[in-house]
């Protein structure tokens, strides 16, 4: 693969933004100069005209984009999910499971391990994040509660020996059984997240102390400040702040959370534990109208209207129908971050939560070659993927 140099543009870097060149060596980083020219010569070279050179974004929950849930269980379906998501920057990607039967669970995950993760130009494939089934029924949002239940050992042992590209798993952790699930994660070095819980701050605490390092999408299902028998009790919202170390998923739409509580959550969190996610399904990118939610057969069907996904009865959000530049365009421009800062959130931070950051979520030597190319209203203008440049559909 040839070597490719970037000038004349803006480089985005996890401390600020500043004009200078970036040099690739094939599918690595090999030389970024700030306020300079690279010492080597490129193959190619490419004229940003005075745009953004970002890292490539990482949306570590999606459940589709483009027509397609990842759920659908066919290649045809994950590749056109990440291509939809690829054309709006995102470069590597966590495909997320919904609730379903064991059965089902079982089968998408024999299903998973026949996908070839990284393909030339395409955008790569981390791995898996499973989201339930053990939640709770109070707080299950858009998830089929006939699907949702406690940790059942003999299920989680199976599915955990069914495949090993699971990354992430979300679930309550107030549930009967999920100390027990808890550690077997931690055992597995298997990311554990809270998600469609009812815990309380303390329970989120202990959770904390025994290895939970996130609250999936925060604020949405789950709790905040109640009154029990006349007494305030702080919820997991509190526990999100309260706990410095605990990253928080953020779909920062412009719908799912208002401009207030966005600049909230930066103020108290910062962008080195805030991960933005799409939360997507298989409208993003697409025009309003009706849609499945989750896979065609037994999912759930869900409006597309004003921005966002809603079930049918307009109770509650179905999932977003964001993409990653979305997510830094309103972030920028509803909060007080700078932009580096957005787009921080939308890739070192997320890298780090799955302890790839060595590796991919900036622009720094020795780093893959995954960028976006874009102009100050956040328009994606070219894609790249180590050192590849994608063709965007």
């Given at each position: 693969?040839?070597?490719?140099?970037?000038?004349?543009?803006?480089?985005?870097?996890?401390?600020?933004?500043?004009?200078?060149?970036?040099?690739?060596?094939?599918?690595?980083?090999?030389?970024?100069s700030?306020?300079?020219?690279?010492?080597?010569?490129?193959?190619?070279?490419?004229?940003?005209?005075?745009?953004?050179?970002s890292?490539?974004?990482?949306?570590?929950?999606?459940?589709?984009?483009?027509?397609?849930d990842?759920?659908?269980?066919?290649?045809?379906?994950?590749?056109?999910?990440?291509?939809?998501?690829?054309?709006?920057?995102?470069?590597?990607?966590?495909?997320?499971?919904?609730?379903?039967?064991?059965?089902?669970?079982?089968?998408?995950?024999?299903?998973?391990?026949t996908?070839?993760?990284?393909?030339?130009?395409?955008?790569?494939?981390?791995?898996?994040?499973?989201?339930?089934?053990?939640?709770?029924?109070?707080?299950?949002?858009?998830?089929?509660?006939?699907?949702?239940?406690?940790?059942?050992?003999?299920?989680?042992?199976?599915?955990?020996?069914?495949?090993?590209?699971i990354l992430?798993?979300?679930?309550?952790v107030e549930?009967?059984?999920?100390?027990?699930?808890?550690?077997?994660?931690?055992?597995?070095?298997?990311?554990?997240?809270?998600?469609?819980?009812?815990?309380?701050?303390?329970?989120?605490?202990?959770?904390?102390?025994?290895?939970?390092?996130?609250?999936?999408?925060?604020?949405?299902?789950?709790?905040?400040?109640?009154?029990?028998?006349?007494?305030?009790?702080?919820?997991?919202?509190?526990?999100?702040?309260?706990?410095?170390?605990?990253?928080?998923?953020v779909?920062?739409?412009?719908?799912?959370?208002?401009?207030?509580?966005?600049?909230?959550i930066?103020?108290?969190?910062?962008?080195?534990?805030?991960?933005?996610?799409?939360?997507?399904?298989?409208?993003?990118g697409?025009?309003?109208?009706?849609?499945?939610?989750?896979?065609?057969?037994?999912?759930?069907?869900?409006?597309?209207?004003?921005?966002?996904?809603?079930?049918?009865?307009?109770?509650?959000?179905?999932?977003?129908?964001?993409?990653?530049?979305?997510?830094?365009?309103?972030?920028?421009?509803?909060?007080?971050?700078?932009?580096?800062?957005?787009?921080?959130?939308?890739?070192?931070?997320p890298?780090?939560?799955?302890?790839?950051?060595?590796?991919?979520?900036?622009?720094?030597?020795?780093?893959?070659?995954?960028?976006?190319?874009?102009?100050?209203?956040?328009?994606?203008?070219?894609?790249?993927?180590?050192?590849k440049?994608?063709?965007?559909?």
């Amino acid at each position: 693969m040839s070597s490719i140099l970037f000038k004349n543009g803006r480089i985005i870097t996890p401390t600020g933004v500043f004009w200078g060149e970036v040099l690739t060596d094939g599918e690595k980083i090999r030389e970024v100069s700030v306020q300079g020219t690279v010492s080597a010569e490129a193959d190619q070279v490419i004229d940003l005209h005075g745009n953004y050179l970002s890292p490539g974004f990482i949306d570590i929950h999606t459940h589709g984009a483009g027509g397609a849930d990842f759920m659908d269980m066919t290649k045809e379906s994950m590749e056109q999910a990440c291509t939809m998501h690829l054309s709006h920057g995102t470069t590597s990607i966590v495909p997320t499971t919904l609730t379903s039967t064991k059965d089902a669970l079982l089968e998408f995950l024999r299903f998973f391990n026949t996908i070839e993760l990284k393909k030339e130009g395409k955008a790569e494939i981390l791995g898996l994040h499973l989201e339930g089934p053990y939640f709770a029924v109070s707080q299950k949002g858009a998830q089929d509660p006939k699907y949702l239940r406690n940790p059942d050992p003999e299920e989680y042992r199976e599915a955990l020996a069914c495949t090993d590209r699971i990354l992430r798993w979300s679930f309550a952790v107030e549930l009967l059984g999920a100390d027990e699930f808890l550690k077997v994660l931690r055992e597995r070095h298997i990311i554990s997240s809270l998600a469609h819980s009812d815990a309380d701050c303390r329970q989120v605490m202990r959770a904390y102390e025994n290895g939970i390092s996130a609250l999936t999408h925060f604020y949405s299902c789950m709790t905040g400040v109640v009154r029990k028998s006349a007494y305030r009790v702080a919820g997991a919202i509190e526990a999100g702040y309260l706990l410095d170390d605990l990253y928080v998923e953020v779909i920062a739409d412009g719908c799912h959370l208002p401009a207030e509580l966005l600049q909230l959550i930066y103020k108290i969190k910062g962008p080195d534990r805030i991960c933005l996610v799409t939360d997507s399904m298989r409208a993003a990118g697409m025009p309003d109208g009706e849609y499945m939610l989750g896979a065609l057969d037994g999912g759930q069907t869900c409006i597309v209207e004003d921005g966002v996904a809603k079930l049918p009865d307009r109770s509650a959000f179905a999932g977003s129908v964001a993409t990653t530049d979305r997510l830094v365009r309103t972030m920028y421009q509803l909060t007080e971050a700078p932009l580096y800062q957005a787009v921080k959130m939308a890739s070192l931070t997320p890298a780090k939560l799955l302890g790839i950051g060595d590796r991919k979520g900036s622009i720094a030597i020795g780093k893959d070659a995954d960028f976006c190319v874009f102009d100050e209203e956040v328009k994606i203008e070219r894609v790249f993927v180590r050192g590849k440049e994608a063709v965007r559909e």
